[in-house]
């Protein structure tokens, strides 16, 4: 919106410089002219005057007498030539060429004839074009600066409207909003603080489901737990002490399976996500990562970065270890991280590259599946970075076979508005993201 607000001003300008600037510079080029050329005539009849008193008073009319109505500056006469009523011809200084006349006859039938040379004239009308021209700059210029900071104040609570709702579908549920001072826009915050209020309630309202659930599910399967021990302990015959452990085992079981139910219930519920100065998660992995890339003969190439983006630091920092680590294990040569920006919607594009042989061909379509691998290792790497990624509302993909390169999505931040003042953000907290199982 940013930019299409500053095109359409800069256009409307353009316009407006075209339709007026164009029709004003030649308006004032004529008028300038003109001005000089009446100018010429004014100077003419003066100078007839003066030589008419001159010559009624018995004055011998010379050279000398003449040169007074010339002068030096720009626009003024260069030349004059009078004919006096005996047909004698005077003339003083030099006629330039090409040039414009003033002519202009006494009442003694003496004829003056004054000329000034046309590139003064034009001279003076292009310093008033120049002039039309470089008003016509700053009024340019100005509007860019007013098209900029509305473009800016407008924009500016867009972004912090967005991000306010990544925050409140992430599960923060009580984002900080503040009035922008624009109407509509301010209407729209307003429904959105609405939405959260309403999203805090059914959230409790679940999360104290998945509470009582646990109470109650913990609660009867502790007490048969300990019944069936009891049994176990009381009794002499093997068969039944056989049966009482693998009903325990079921048990153990079944209070796993409900523990990992209501984990993924809380992790639904809200993942954490928050804006993420990228910087300080490539620093920790360049920091955790060298050492091993050095003892194994290669280097770390990780490129400094100054971009934002949603995405749980923990989960990221494990994302961005998992394929370090696999580049390390099956890659070659320098590996290289990258972060860039991709497209318009400003998604942030995190490249994990190396020069190695690549990913097998047949191995490539299903590299994400759980127990895939090229090594020894467990193949559960790669398929909990891409849930991880996608859990933060991004796509982890391998953009490239041979060499391999994997290619992190996450949705970024404008870089047009100072962070700190849009939302709350842990920019300058760096976690130390554990390494987990990934894929070797």
């Known amino acids: 919106m940013r930019r299409r607000v500053l095109g359409a001003t800069l256009s409307a300008l353009a316009v407006a410089m075209v339709l007026l600037g164009i029709p004003l510079g030649v308006f004032a080029f004529q008028l300038v002219r003109d001005d000089a050329i009446r100018d010429l005539d004014s100077r003419t009849a003066t100078a007839a005057r003066a030589i008419e008193a001159r010559y009624s008073s018995g004055e011998v009319i010379d050279e000398s007498i003449l040169k007074n109505f010339l002068g030096t500056a720009s626009g003024a006469p260069r030349h004059i030539a009078v004919r006096l009523p005996d047909q004698t011809e005077i003339t003083a200084g030099e006629e330039p060429q090409p040039s414009f006349r003033g002519s202009a006859v006494t009442e ?8 000034v040379a046309q590139a003064d004239v034009f001279w003076e009308a292009a310093r008033s074009v120049g002039l039309v021209l470089v008003v016509g700059g700053v009024a340019v210029l100005a509007g860019a600066v007013m098209a900029s900071w509305q473009a800016n104040r407008l924009a500016a609570p867009l972004v912090y409207l967005a991000a306010s709702a990544e925050q409140i579908g992430s599960g923060q549920t009580r984002p900080r909003i503040e009035l922008s ?63 009482a452990e693998a009903s325990l085992e079921q ?13 993924r219930t809380r992790r639904a519920m809200g993942s954490g996500t928050e804006l993420v100065a990228l910087e300080d998660v490539l620093t920790q992995q360049r920091a955790e990562w060298e050492s091993a890339f050095a003892k194994a003969g290669r280097k770390l190439d990780i490129a400094p970065t100054d971009a934002t983006v949603f995405a749980t630091p923990g989960g990221l920092s494990q994302v961005l270890a998992t394929l370090i680590e696999n580049s390390l294990h099956h890659g070659g040569g320098t590996t290289a991280v990258v972060a860039r920006e991709s497209g318009p919607n400003h998604s942030i594009v995190l490249e994990v590259r190396d020069e190695g042989d690549g990913v097998p061909e047949d191995l490539a379509p299903r590299i994400f599946e759980r127990s895939v691998t090229s090594g020894k290792g467990t193949g559960l790497g790669l398929a909990l970075a891409r849930d991880l990624v996608a859990a933060d509302g991004g796509r982890l993909e391998l953009s490239q076979r041979t060499p391999a390169v994997f290619s992190v999505f996450l949705q970024g931040v404008p870089q ?11 920019r300058s907290r760096s976690r130390r993201g554990r390494r987990g199982r990934r894929e070797s």
């Open 108 to 115: 003694s039938d003496i004829i003056v004839l004054l000329s």
């Open 181 to 243: 001072g624009v109407e509509e826009i301010d209407l729209v915050a307003e429904e959105l603080v609405r939405s959260a209020d309403r999203m805090a309630a059914r959230l409790s309202a679940e999360r104290q489901f998945a509470a009582d659930a646990s109470h109650q599910l913990r609660t009867p399967l502790t007490a048969l737990t300990m019944r069936i021990e009891e049994i176990a302990a009381a009794t002499t015959q093997d068969e039944v002490r056989v049966e």
């Open 251 to 263: 048990i153990d079981r079944l209070v796993g399976v409900v523990d990992e139910l209501l984990g």
């Open 416 to 426: 047009m508005v100072d962070l700190d003042t849009v939302v709350p953000h842990r």
